[in-house]
T-cell receptor, first 107, second 112 residues
Framework: KNEVEQSPQNLTAQEGEFITINCSYS?????LHWLQQHPGGGIVSLFM???GKKKHGRLIATINIQEKHSSLHITASHPRDSAVYIC?????????FGTGTSLTVIP | DGGITQSPKYLFRKEGQNVTLSCEQN?????MYWYRQDPGQGLRLIYY???????QKGDIAEGYSVSREKKESFPLTVTSAQKNPTAFYLC???????????FGQGTRLTVV
C-alpha cells in the first residue's frame, strides 16, 4: 500500500504570499495528482504529473521521482485559493490520497 | 458537457435503513470508484470497478454494496450493516491506468 503524507495539515497565509504544500509517497507510482476541494466537498483535479514541473496560472506543481516527493506552489495567493488541497498517488490501478492541506488566505 | 454526477447532494436516513447513492458519468470512462471521506482522514476506497459487471472491494468495503450493470453508472448502497455510515461519499471515474481522475460533487449522508 502506498502511504501518502502531506504537510502542513493547516496553513494560513496573507493575500499575496507564496505558498508551498508538500507531498511525499512511499512506493513507486505512475503519476501524482494534485486536487482541490472547496467547501461543499466537490473535488477538481489541478494537476497530474509523472515528472518535472507543470504550471497553470498561479499554480505550479513539481515532482522528484527519485525522492518520491512533490510540491504544489501558489504564487500571489488570493482568498479564493482557500480550499483543501489533496495529493494523490496513482499506481496505475488505484489512487492513494493524503489527508489534505487546509489553506486559508486572509485578505 | 461531459462529467460525473452524484445525487443527491445531501441525504438523511434513519438508522437501520439501506440507502443508495447514485453516480453517473458520460465520459466513457472504464473505471469508477467510490470513496468515503471523514474529518481528518484521507479519502478511503470503498469499491472500484474497472469494467462493466465486475467490481472489487477496496479498503473499507464492509457494510457497502455496489453494482456495475452499465458503463455509465456505479451506484453505492450503504446497508444497515455499516456501523458508522454518516460521512461524505465521493465517486470518481477515470480511463484505465495512468490517467486523470474526475470526481463528483459528493453526497453527504447523515444517518439519524
Amino acid at each position: 500500500k502506498n502511504e501518502v503524507e502531506q504537510s502542513p495539515q493547516n496553513l494560513t497565509a496573507q493575500e499575496g504570499e507564496f505558498i508551498t504544500i508538500n507531498c511525499s509517497y512511499s512506493v513507486g507510482i505512475s503519476a501524482l495528482h494534485w486536487l482541490q476541494q472547496h467547501p461543499g466537498g466537490g473535488i477538481v483535479s489541478l494537476f497530474m504529473l509523472s515528472s518535472g514541473k507543470k504550471k497553470h496560472g498561479r499554480l505550479i506543481a513539481t515532482i522528484n521521482i527519485q525522492e518520491k516527493h512533490s510540491s504544489l506552489h501558489i504564487t500571489a495567493s488570493h482568498p479564493r485559493d482557500s480550499a483543501v488541497y489533496i495529493c494523490a498517488s496513482n499506481t496505475g490501478n488505484q489512487f492513494y490520497f493524503g489527508t489534505g492541506t487546509s489553506l486559508t488566505v486572509i485578505p | 458537457d461531459g462529467g460525473i454526477t452524484q445525487s443527491p447532494k445531501y441525504l438523511f436516513r434513519k438508522e437501520g435503513q439501506n440507502v443508495t447513492l447514485s453516480c453517473e458519468q458520460n465520459l466513457n470512462h472504464d473505471a469508477m470508484y467510490w470513496y468515503r471521506q471523514d474529518p481528518g482522514q484521507g479519502l478511503r476506497l470503498i469499491y472500484y470497478s474497472q469494467i462493466v459487471n465486475d467490481f472489487q472491494k477496496g479498503d473499507i468495503a464492509e457494510g457497502y454494496s455496489v453494482s456495475r450493470e452499465k458503463k455509465e453508472s456505479f451506484p453505492l448502497t450503504v446497508t444497515s450493516a455499516q456501523k458508522n455510515p454518516t460521512a461524505f461519499y465521493l465517486c470518481a471515474s477515470s480511463f484505465q491506468g495512468n490517467t486523470e481522475a474526475f470526481f463528483g460533487q459528493g453526497t453527504r449522508l447523515t444517518v439519524v
